[in-house]
């Protein structure tokens, strides 16, 4: 079992910028960040290998959203910058203890991201 608890949400203008957090319990071997929207299927946003920091960003936040992590706080972050109305999301951290990485047995409980035009 993996733990996530995931922090930073929050009200921002269009152009601005935030930094969402989540401690994991352990290290999992690959971690990442979906948002929901609205009416909308859940989305992959970035993720991260654990230790070797390959890393991998959706289209629409290449260029403005950065992924990182702190082996030593078993934390990852997302430092949203430019943000822009469609952004607007409950952002979810997931975790995958598997090689492929490609199921994302473990979520967090979301932290809401709100963008104003």
């Known amino acids: 079992q993996v733990q996530l608890v995931e922090s930073g949400g929050g009200l921002v203008q269009a152009g601005g910028s935030l930094r969402l957090s989540c401690a994991a319990s352990?290290?999992?071997?690959?971690m990442g960040w979906f948002r929901q929207a609205p009416g909308k299927e859940r989305e992959f946003v970035a993720r991260?290998?654990?230790?070797?920091?390959?890393?991998y960003y959706a289209d629409s936040v290449q260029g403005r959203f950065t992924i990182s992590r702190d082996i030593a706080k078993n934390t990852i972050y997302l430092q949203m910058n430019s943000l822009k109305p469609e952004d607007t999301a409950k952002y979810y951290c997931?975790?995958?203890?598997?090689?492929?990485?490609?199921?994302?047995?473990?979520w967090g409980q979301g932290t809401q991201v709100t963008v104003s035009s």
């Open positions: 997931a975790a995958d203890p598997n090689v492929n990485g490609d199921k994302w047995p473990y």
């Open positions: 352990s290290s999992p071997i690959n």
């Open positions: 991260i290998r654990w230790t070797a920091s390959t890393i």
